[in-house]
């Protein structure tokens, strides 16, 4: 069982910028693929960005490419995802996610585990 914990949401104004962390316990970290995934209001729950074990290997939405990246520290157990030019169809709650396999998340979007969510809300 892995334990993600996600920080750093909060209010920000468009064209801002905002940084998540997910903080990992219960298993060994560089074990699994890191991802990010985000949900709006009335929405479903969309892929953001995934990272591979090592870190070699990144994968984003096209709707965050160039403007969002993700990263982790193995040493800390914590996955990263750094958010520039926001803007206000960013905002959602964002969730951390893990799964062994990283091309299993690429390919179906469907982690195995979750973390609780951390609300992120850009102003125009």
């Known amino acids: 069982q892995v334990q993600l914990v996600e920080s750093g949401g909060g209010l920000v104004q468009a064209g801002g910028s905002l940084s998540l962390s997910c903080a990992a316990s219960g298993r060994t970290f560089s074990n699994y693929a890191m991802g990010w995934f985000r949900q709006a209001p009335g929405k479903e729950r969309e892929f953001v960005a995934v990272i591979s074990r090592s870190g070699i290997s990144t994968t984003y939405a096209d709707s965050v490419k160039g403007r969002f990246t993700i990263a982790r520290d193995n040493a800390k157990n914590t996955v990263y995802l750094q958010m520039n030019s926001l803007k206000p169809e960013d905002t959602a709650v964002y969730y951390c996610?893990?799964?062994?396999?990283?091309?299993?998340?690429?390919?179906?979007?469907?982690?195995?585990?979750w973390g609780q969510g951390t609300q992120v809300t850009v102003s125009s």
């Open positions: 996610a893990a799964d062994p396999s990283y091309s299993y998340v690429t390919q179906t979007r469907r982690p195995g585990y």
